[in-house]
């Protein structure tokens, strides 16, 4: 097999600040050949092995490193590949680089490294695209999810729809190479049956992108309310800190404050906003507008009502123009008993703390329930959605062609429309896999 990456390149896989150790990825042929050029070492490094060099520039010791070298294709990107562990002073570092690269290396561009890997068959897309969510998880379930679809969880389903789709593909093929002899491959109703099930499957996947998206990008949770209803104290207890100025005067926050802290194990960014009424300063009035707006676009709303003035008309109105807010009482310490229009509703006291377990529950459950990803095959960004819509899209019409009755030809055309979008998720199926499809199921030359 052709191995892609046919120069050397070079780079850093670790931070840029000063550390214990850093890794120095070098990717391509000759890569080990190179180091023993730049080190005490100069015979090739044992494959798998940790060797201690002493790598040397202009015959001065720079630093004292582990190197593995990795043979092709046994490495993260087929390719013969060494990793240097040295010591971690940004420093040290350069000045290695510098010298791989005055060795004729080159540095590697941005995600170079999982590209060969993408590239030589060591990952498909989908796997790719974990390493980097992996990498950027702030909490233990995206981390999960990541870790999933890096260990093949969604390439696997995707290979099962890949499966099924070809068993059809090259069934028809056969038909349509052997229509002169009278063999049938396929019967319609077992197409029929066949490409149901991938329907299926495709649906069930699409129906997850929500979920999945939702738990690798975070979660947008806007602070909506009438001024002085608890809005800027609720962001303050929310992210611990005193992010959001908190004043008796109405009409404090004006513009858009946004903090970031895990609920229900995704990242949900809480945004505070300004107070909901009819202002006349230019500024304020702005605020307000931009309030309603990122209120429309958001995940969830907390719509927060002064328990001491009660839910008044004004309240009503704005409730009405959102999608499925959740009210909470504020302020409870000052009255003896939530509003009885609203009793299902949290209420809660940032003074006297009553009542705050309980919403955080609330808010947990919440997220929890209606966004976190499941223990599933999920899709996690718009480049998989848009994958998976075109195969279904596909996948339908050539069923229908099929219960109509059209021609093998017909059909096949979207069947490998289907083919060809399912491919943008982990690889292309061809007309030659359909081939070898069928010469290794059936006995074509008797």
């Given at each position: 097999m052709t191995r892609?990456?046919?120069?050397?390149?070079?780079?850093?896989?670790?931070?840029?600040?000063?550390?214990?150790?850093?890794?120095?990825?070098?990717?391509?042929?000759?890569?080990?050949?190179?180091?023993?050029t730049i080190s005490d070492h100069p015979n090739q490094l044992a494959e798998r092995r940790a060797t201690r060099l002493q790598i040397r520039g202009d015959e001065a010791v720079i630093d004292e490193v582990i190197a593995i070298r990795y043979g092709a294709p046994r490495s993260f990107t087929g390719n013969d590949m060494v990793e240097l562990m040295v010591h971690g002073n940004p420093l040290l570092v350069e000045r290695i680089v510098d010298l791989i690269v005055r060795r004729g290396a080159r540095i590697?561009?941005?995600?170079?490294?999982?590209?060969?890997?993408?590239l030589n068959g060591k990952l498909d897309l989908i796997q790719a695209e974990s390493v980097a969510d992996l990498i950027n998880a702030r909490t233990s379930l995206q981390a999960r999810l990541s870790l999933d679809n890096l260990e093949g969880g969604l390439s696997r389903e995707v290979a099962g729809v890949r499966?099924?789709?070809?068993?059809?593909?090259s069934r028809l093929e056969g038909a349509l190479d052997f229509s002169g002899e009278g063999y049938e491959f396929i019967t319609r109703e077992e197409a029929v049956s066949q490409l149901g099930a991938a329907i299926i499957r495709v649906e069930t996947l699409i129906a997850t992108h929500a979920r999945g998206r939702a738990t690798v990008e975070g979660l947008t949770a806007v602070i909506l309310g009438r001024p002085n209803s608890g809005k800027s104290s609720l962001l303050n207890f929310l992210c611990g800190s005193d992010r959001a100025i908190v004043t008796e005067i109405a009409g404090t926050t004006r513009d858009l404050l946004r903090?970031?802290?895990?609920?229900g194990g995704l990242p949900v960014t809480f945004v505070d906003t300004a107070?909901?009424?009819?202002?006349?300063?230019?500024?304020?009035?702005?605020?307000?507008?931009?309030?309603?707006?990122?209120?429309?676009?958001?995940?969830?709303?907390?719509?927060?009502?002064?328990?001491?003035?009660?839910?008044?008309?004004?309240?009503?109105?704005?409730?009405?123009?959102?999608?499925?807010?959740?009210v909470v009482f504020t302020?409870?310490?000052?009255?003896?008993?939530?509003?009885?229009?609203?009793?299902?509703?949290?209420?809660?006291?940032?003074?006297?703390?009553?009542?705050?377990?309980?919403?955080?529950?609330?808010?947990?459950?919440?997220?929890?329930?209606?966004?976190a990803a499941e223990s599933v095959p999920t899709l996690v960004n718009s480049r998989q959605r848009t994958a998976a819509d075109a195969t279904l899209q596909s996948l339908k019409i050539a069923a229908q062609s099929v219960q109509q009755g059209l021609a093998e030809e017909i059909i096949l055309v979207d069947l490998y429309a289907a083919a060809r979008a399912?491919?943008?998720?982990?690889?292309?199926?061809?007309?030659?896999d359909a081939r070898r499809e069928i010469f290794s199921k059936f006995c074509v030359g008797k």
């Open positions: 892609v990456g046919f120069d050397t390149i070079v780079a850093t896989a670790t931070p840029p600040a000063r550390s214990a150790l850093a890794v120095i990825r070098v990717d391509g042929p000759g890569s080990g050949e190179l180091i023993g590697a561009l941005p995600g170079e490294f999982s590209e060969r890997a993408v499966e099924s789709l070809l068993y059809v593909i903090e970031t802290v895990e609920i107070g909901l009424r009819d202002a006349a300063e230019t500024v304020e009035r702005i605020g307000i507008g931009r309030a309603r707006d990122i209120a429309r676009q958001a995940d969830l709303v907390l719509y927060l009502v002064d328990s001491s003035v009660g839910l008044q008309p004004e309240d009503e109105a704005e409730i009405t123009e959102l999608s499925s807010p959740l302020k409870s310490d000052l009255v003896t008993e939530v509003p009885s229009t609203r009793s299902h509703a949290p209420s809660i006291s940032l003074v006297s703390r009553s009542g705050l377990p309980e919403f955080l529950q609330i808010l947990d459950l919440l997220v929890r329930n209606g966004f399912l491919g943008e998720l982990t690889g292309v199926i061809t007309p030659a």
